[in-house]
């Protein structure tokens, strides 16, 4: 079943890609950048999506890093990395498996002169204490020479078989000792259990896992969504939380390292 769940989580994407940029659309009038690696983007956001055509396709390579070998899957998540070699000031990353809620602006304010800039994640398990980077949104200060030492280091990582519990997350930790924490607002992880009731301002929520998406919050929240995605997106979300179960069953045999 998990591995059903797998199949049918990867062959959604397109269609998580098209929600995605169809949102980001709506909500900012920034420019808008999507890194594809071994795909054409081009033809996923077409001009039934993206019709003034404001999206630049930046293909980029794969990068791979350290990883928990019991997750393989995390061995590419250091793509992202790709970011900060992209030709602008300043970049608001952003994974597509969330729903954009309103437009970043304000997020380049908050984080001001810093390199990096995220929420922490409060979701994977870490050592006690340790504090490391959501990387499912990430605002960077793009620069080529520190693009190319971090492409260096991780990928000395990847050739040394490094462990990385925290793939990508625990590497950043690692090279941005002193990133700057985002109020939580800033990206809702799945697992977060907030309550709306008690937030006076969601201006600030800014990116939401579509897995905790539901139509009252998305009501809410005053997003239009797409809600039979949503609803096969919970479906596989349950899915990969069964398979992730039976891997954080055993995590107590490994110790966790960033």
């Not at 950048?33 to 999506?49: H, L, P, Q, Y």
């Not at 396709?57 to 990883?67: D, F, L, S």
């Not at 941005?176 to 969601?202: D, V």
Request: a positive charge.
């Amino acid at each position: 079943t998990n591995s059903t769940g797998l199949r049918r989580l990867f062959s959604d994407d397109l269609v998580m890609v098209r929600l995605w940029a169809r949102l980001l659309l709506n909500v900012t009038q920034l420019p808008i950048i999507i890194m594809n690696a071994n795909i054409d983007s081009g033809t996923v956001v077409d001009e039934n999506i993206d019709p003034e055509r404001r999206i630049c396709h930046w293909p980029v390579p794969i990068i791979q890093g350290g990883y928990w070998k019991a997750w393989p899957w995390y061995q590419c998540m250091h793509t992202k990395l790709n970011a900060w070699n992209l030709p602008c000031k300043h970049v608001a990353f952003l994974d597509y498996d969330g729903l954009p809620l309103h437009g970043l602006e304000s997020v380049f304010d908050v984080c001001g002169d810093e390199e990096l800039c995220a929420t922490e994640d409060i979701v994977t398990p870490k050592k006690k204490g340790l504090r490391v980077p959501n990387a499912g949104m990430l605002v960077v200060r793009p620069n080529s020479t520190t693009f190319r030492t971090l492409v260096a280091k991780t990928g000395n990582e990847f050739a040394n078989n490094r462990t990385r519990m925290l793939a990508e997350q625990g590497f950043l930790n690692s090279m941005f000792p002193q990133w700057k924490n985002l109020p939580i607002g800033y990206n809702i992880p799945h697992f977060h259990n907030f309550h709306l009731k008690t937030r006076e301002n969601t201006s600030y929520f800014l990116h939401m896992k579509l897995a905790q998406m539901t139509r009252n919050v998305a009501k809410f929240l005053g997003v239009q969504a797409d809600y039979e995605l949503l609803r096969r997106w919970r479906e596989l979300h349950r899915s990969q939380q069964g398979l992730n179960g039976k891997i954080k069953s055993n995590s107590s045999k490994f110790s966790p390292q960033v």
